[in-house]
């Protein structure tokens, strides 16, 4: 079996067409791209369309769409990851995903 995964929930507006189309979607996480309203609608589409669904971590950086270079420690790296992966966690448990 292929997996056929997508990055979603940036803000786009193909999210809902895509959805049926494939098997995974790596979420945003809000800091590079989307929002928390985004992220509720994106899973909540997932679960619809029983897409597995992932993280998809960025830099806060929504201007540059998290592209730009950032001088971080690793520390700092670690907790930018750490607060975007309890974010996209506690909205998918509230969306049902076990």
């Given amino acids: 079996m292929i ?3 997508c990055d979603l ?7 809902a067409a895509l959805m049926p189309l ?3 979607a790596n979420i945003a996480c809000g800091y590079h ?3 928390q309203d985004i992220m509720h609608r994106t899973i ?6 029983r897409v597995a669904i992932g993280a998809h971590p960025g830099f806060a950086d929504k ?4 592209r730009l270079p950032m001088d971080l420690s690793p520390q700092q790296v ?12 506690t909205i998918a448990k509230e969306e049902g995903v076990p």
């Fill in 9 to 15: 929930g940036e803000g786009f507006p193909d999210d």
């Fill in 44 to 49: 909540a589409l997932a679960l619809e369309h």
């Fill in 22 to 24: 494939i098997s995974s």
């Fill in 63 to 66: 201007a540059n769409f998290g």
């Fill in 3 to 5: 997996d056929l995964n």
């Fill in 78 to 89: 670690y907790q930018l990851i750490l607060e975007q992966l309890i974010l996209i966690a």
């Fill in 33 to 35: 791209a989307g929002d």
